[in-house]
Nanobody
């Protein structure tokens, strides 16, 4: 069983930056692919970014590519989402998620593929 606790987030002006953190406990963090998703009011949860347990594979949604960076520190059992050049359309509740994978290069893109979820953290970008 893996528990995920998120931190970071908050209110920022357009063009600003924030970093989200997601700390894991329980399980073997280094065998879990990690993902970030977000859900805006009235919208479905959407994929943002994912990273393999080796850290060697990352993928991003087109809407955040070039602005957001996902990374992980397996020694600290933490995954990060660095968000730069934030825009009002990035306003949402952000969730981290974990799924165990067999190979270090594997990533997952769909929310139903993930087994464990953080509590969510609000990111609000003002114009």
């Amino acid at each position: 069983q893996v528990q995920l606790v998120q931190s970071g987030g908050g209110l920022v002006q357009a063009g600003g930056s924030l970093r989200l953190s997601c700390a894991a406990s329980g399980g073997t963090f280094s065998s879990y692919a990690m993902g970030w998703f977000r859900q805006a009011p009235g919208k479905e949860r959407e994929f943002v970014a994912t990273i393999s347990w080796s850290g060697g594979t990352t993928f991003y949604a087109d809407s955040v590519k070039g602005r957001f960076t996902i990374s992980r520190d397996n020694a600290k059992k933490t995954v990060y989402l660095q968000m730069n050049s934030l825009q009002p359309e990035d306003t949402a509740v952000y969730y981290c998620a974990a799924v165990q994978t067999s190979y270090g290069f594997l990533v997952k893109f769909r929310s139903f593929e993930y087994d464990y979820w953080g509590q969510g953290t609000q990111v609000t970008v003002s114009s």
